[in-house]
């Protein structure tokens, strides 16, 4: 499994040699890894492994013509060599697609839910799970048409698949800084490891006008890598930096707090008791106040269930 490499022509050509060489034993030593953690033996109820459900479910998307592409712990593995235990699989897919997944899925006898409707739907048989991600839960990141012409070629369980382009995984898990929960380390590992075939510009252009987003994971990885800076191109940080010496003062105004695109919990008290605009309600994210009440009761209950499981 070559993947990443083998995905793109141009970044083939870069990695010839000793370089590819080393990369593609990587790879193919990664998904064996991935294979053995995941296809343990079927117990004595029957239960089919989780190996074999992921396996299932990404034929029944196939078979019923939905594209997807696989994101999450697999791809970071991937690209960047770290491995984390993780129960969820995550399969990307445009918004247009999502009830199709979910009938095909409802058809092969899964349970289906659309958990948030602004970005996540669930599928599930016995206890293992699939999640549908079409946004990301801030209501940015939208899975668009250009997430699958930029998607690199993947085997993984014997099917042929695609995986998300490094560059839509970075925009996608830089605005996770939840209390629980920062994918800054993810970013910074998938930048060690593929910097220098990132496509830069297209990666600020994902960020629009969230560049400060981008800037601060930047930053962070020259603090985290002091070796590795060079990896980020200088124009990128230069372009990046003269922005924000160039950026207007904001008016008092124009009393907006964009804290809630990072965390869903922890600038409530910014919207419900300091008088600052809920940023969520912009018309460029895809969430509308019954999405936000929907996403926000969710936090009690989830802190709930990771007490239960000792997290």
């Known amino acids: 499994m070559d993947a990443f490499w083998r ?19 990587l790879a193919v030593s990664i998904v064996l890894r991935w294979m053995m953690t ?15 459900f992921h396996c299932r479910s990404m034929m029944m998307l196939q078979e019923a013509n939905v594209p997807f592409l696989i994101g999450g712990a697999y791809v970071v593995e991937v690209y960047a060599g770290v491995t984390r235990r993780s129960k969820d699989f995550d399969l990307y897919i445009r918004p247009h697609h999502v009830d199709a997944a979910i009938d095909a899925l409802a058809r092969a006898g899964y349970t289906t839910q659309k958990t948030f409707p602004h970005w996540l739907a669930k599928a599930g048989h016995g206890r293992d799970y699939i999640d549908l991600i079409f946004r990301a839960g801030n209501g940015l990141c939208e ?24 560059e839509e995984m970075i925009w996608m898990k830089a605005y996770i800084m939840e209390r629980e929960r920062f994918d800054g380390a ?16 297209h990666l600020v252009h994902r960020f ?14 020259g603090y985290i890598y002091p070796s590795e800076r060079h990896k980020v191109p200088a124009a990128v940080i230069d372009d990046l930096i003269g922005r924000l010496r160039k950026e207007p003062q904001a ?10 695109l990072l965390s869903r919990k922890q600038y409530l008290l910014d919207i419900e008791e300091r008088g600052f605009r809920d940023a969520r309600l912009e018309q460029r994210v895809q969430m509308d106040s019954r999405d936000i009440r929907h ?10 269930a990771r007490r239960a499981e000792g997290l």
Not at 7 to 25: L, V, Y
Not at 38 to 52: F, I, L, N
Not at 251 to 260: A, H, L, N
């Open 38 to 52: 995941a296809k343990r033996m079927v117990d004595m109820t029957g239960r089919e492994s989780p190996s074999d």
């Open 295 to 304: 996403w926000t009761r969710a936090i009690a209950k989830e802190e709930k």
């Open 186 to 201: 993810d970013i910074a590992h998938i930048l060690q490891s593929c910097a220098e075939r990132i496509d830069w510009p």
């Open 208 to 221: 629009g006008p969230d560049w400060r987003v981008l800037l601060s994971h930047l930053v962070l990885f």
């Open 7 to 25: 995905g793109s022509s141009s970044a083939t050509t870069r990695m010839r040699g000793r370089g590819a060489s080393c990369m593609h034993a």
């Open 143 to 166: 899975v668009d048409d250009s997430w699958f012409e930029r998607a690199h070629d993947d085997e993984l369980l014997g099917l042929h698949v695609k995986l998300c382009a490094p």
């Open 251 to 260: 008016t008092e105004s124009d009393r907006v707090c964009r804290g809630t």
